[in-house]
């Protein structure tokens, strides 16, 4: 039986935990002085995957089963839970990525376990230059509940987050009908105006996609569509901290004005792990993937075509330029938007049969994943065999 001892990051309580042919048999809370450099915490839970190393939750598979890689990649930098993030696309596409994802859940366990829902991004967003993003502008249209309900029953009714605009007329309208039928609205890749941003949080939208990106160049200083986000109390706010969707000092004022409410999503791509070079691809078309990360369209370098990164390097990044305390961070990663889609966790204590990573983060504030736990088995260790 192998033993490791860890410590909580939120608490600082050190846990003792006995590990049994890869699974957790045994976790006790000690009073000790034994120094451990280990940190043990909750998976990282990400609200918007599109794709990584290689697999593409946008693109048709010959074999769905495939897709599974995704989870597997996801599971070896700490992410627990995941949403495939299906986005704008004609509505035969989209009905047949749903209905692949479906197929997915049905007949692979792991992902399964892995994926608490889907997260539609589009195509009801704004059709203009710029709040568009990569998205492809022939298939954006107006929110549509006939259309919409099709491809929940193409998803088995596991399309849990939409991201929308609010500038399209029946917005508020599709907003409630969604809210009413438990599925979570957030804003995003929109020019609403600040009375539209209003009528979709009375119609029960509770977050903003991406924070800061799906957006014009350059807007006016006041009134826009980001102060109206940053000013509402009721919403939610996800960002990309990757070093190139946000500026620090941007994170810096987002962090102090939604507080508690704002958390960290990939946005990771099918590209997300692989080398650095220009690649053809169903969300965005031409891309180019620099040797330093950054996933752009290939013929306008101001358009980024998603993230290349992941929630683990989401957390590096904020501890690196003094963003966040390792726990807030952590916290940022998981927690927090865990809480959002699911009951609210207070207080995180590891269980036996919880999700959990443990990591360690050094001076530099590099981090170095060592295990990932699903309801308490071993899914990933970066030694194998201790």
Same mark, same amino acid.
């Given at each position: 039986?192998?033993?490791?001892?860890?410590?909580?990051?939120?608490?600082?309580?050190?846990?003792?935990?006995?590990?049994?042919?890869?699974?957790?048999?045994?976790?006790?809370?000690?009073?000790?002085?034994?120094?451990?450099?280990?940190?043990?915490?909750?998976?990282?839970?990400?609200?918007?995957?599109?794709?990584?190393?290689?697999?593409?939750?946008?693109?048709?598979?010959?074999?769905?089963?495939?897709?599974?890689?995704?989870?597997?990649?996801?599971?070896?930098?700490?992410?627990?839970?995941?949403?495939?993030?299906?986005?704008?696309?004609?509505?035969?596409?989209?009905?047949?990525?749903?209905?692949?994802?479906?197929? @997915?859940? =049905?007949?692979?366990?792991? $992902?399964?376990?892995?994926?608490? +829902?889907? #997260? &539609?991004?589009?195509?009801? !967003?704004?059709?203009?230059?710029?709040?568009?993003?990569?998205?492809?502008?022939?298939?954006?249209?107006?929110?549509?509940?006939?259309?919409?309900?099709?491809?929940?029953?193409?998803?088995?009714?596991?399309?849990?987050?939409?991201?929308?605009?609010?500038?399209?007329?029946?917005?508020?309208?599709?907003?409630?009908?969604?809210?009413?039928?438990?599925?979570?609205?957030?804003?995003?890749?929109?020019?609403?105006?600040?009375?539209?941003?209003?009528?979709?949080?009375?119609?029960?939208?509770?977050?903003?996609?991406?924070?800061?990106?799906?957006?014009?160049?350059?807007?006016?200083?006041?009134?826009?569509?980001?102060?109206?986000? @940053?000013? =509402?109390?009721?919403?939610? $706010?996800?960002?990309?901290?990757? +070093?190139? #969707? &946000?500026?620090?000092?941007? !994170?810096?004022?987002?962090?102090?004005?939604?507080?508690?409410?704002?958390?960290?999503?990939?946005?990771?791509?099918?590209?997300?792990?692989?080398?650095?070079?220009?690649?053809?691809?169903?969300?965005?078309?031409?891309?180019?993937?620099?040797?330093?990360?950054?996933?752009?369209?290939?013929?306008?370098?101001?358009?980024?075509?998603?993230?290349?990164?992941?929630?683990?390097?989401?957390?590096?990044?904020?501890?690196?330029?003094?963003?966040?305390?390792?726990?807030?961070?952590?916290?940022?990663?998981?927690?927090?938007?865990?809480?959002?889609?699911?009951?609210?966790?207070?207080?995180?204590?590891?269980?036996?049969?919880?999700?959990?990573?443990?990591?360690?983060?050094? $001076?530099?504030?590099?981090?170095?994943?060592?295990?990932?736990?699903?309801?308490?088995?071993?899914?990933?260790?970066?030694?194998?065999?201790?």
């Amino acid at each position: 039986m192998e033993k490791l001892i860890a410590k909580n990051p939120f608490d600082n309580q050190v846990y003792e935990i006995f590990l049994d042919k890869g699974e957790i048999r045994k976790l006790q809370a000690i009073s000790t002085h034994e120094d451990s450099t280990l940190l043990l915490g909750p998976g990282f839970y990400d609200l918007q995957v599109n794709g990584f190393g290689g697999f593409d939750y946008n693109e048709v598979q010959a074999d769905f089963r495939s897709l599974g890689g995704i989870t597997e990649k996801l599971l070896q930098r700490g992410v627990t839970s995941h949403f495939p993030t299906i986005i704008t696309n004609s509505p035969a596409r989209i009905h047949q990525l749903l209905s692949q994802t479906w197929k @997915l859940l =049905e007949n692979d366990p792991l $992902a399964r376990k892995c994926i608490p +829902g889907i #997260h &539609l991004e589009g195509p009801f !967003i704004s059709p203009e230059d710029g709040p568009r993003g990569a998205h492809f502008r022939e298939f954006v249209q107006a929110p549509d509940w006939d259309l919409f309900q099709s491809w929940q029953e193409a998803a088995h009714g596991e399309i849990r987050l939409v991201t929308l605009s609010p500038e399209w007329e029946n917005a508020p309208a599709f907003i409630k009908k969604c809210v009413d039928s438990g599925v979570l609205v957030a804003i995003g890749h929109t020019k609403a105006s600040h009375a539209q941003i209003e009528k979709a949080l009375d119609a029960g939208a509770r977050m903003s996609t991406h924070l800061g990106n799906g957006a014009h160049a350059m807007l006016p200083r006041h009134p826009n569509y980001l102060w109206s986000q @940053l000013a =509402e109390d009721r919403l939610w $706010a996800s960002i990309i901290a990757d +070093g190139f #969707h &946000l500026p620090r000092e941007v !994170i810096q004022v987002f962090k102090k004005v939604k507080g508690e409410k704002l958390f960290l999503v990939s946005d990771a791509v099918a590209l997300a792990g692989l080398p650095a070079g220009v690649y053809d691809t169903p969300v965005g078309g031409k891309v180019n993937l620099n040797a330093e990360g950054k996933l752009h369209l290939r013929d306008n370098p101001q358009v980024l075509a998603g993230s290349a990164g992941s929630l683990l390097q989401g957390v590096g990044f904020l501890l690196k330029n003094n963003l966040a305390t390792v726990s807030e961070a952590w916290e940022m990663a998981s927690i927090r938007p865990r809480s959002l889609v699911e009951k609210a966790l207070e207080n995180w204590r590891p269980t036996i049969d919880s999700d959990s990573i443990i990591m360690e983060v050094d $001076a530099a504030s590099n981090l170095k994943l060592h295990k990932t736990f699903k309801n308490g088995k071993e899914v990933f260790s970066s030694n194998p065999n201790p």
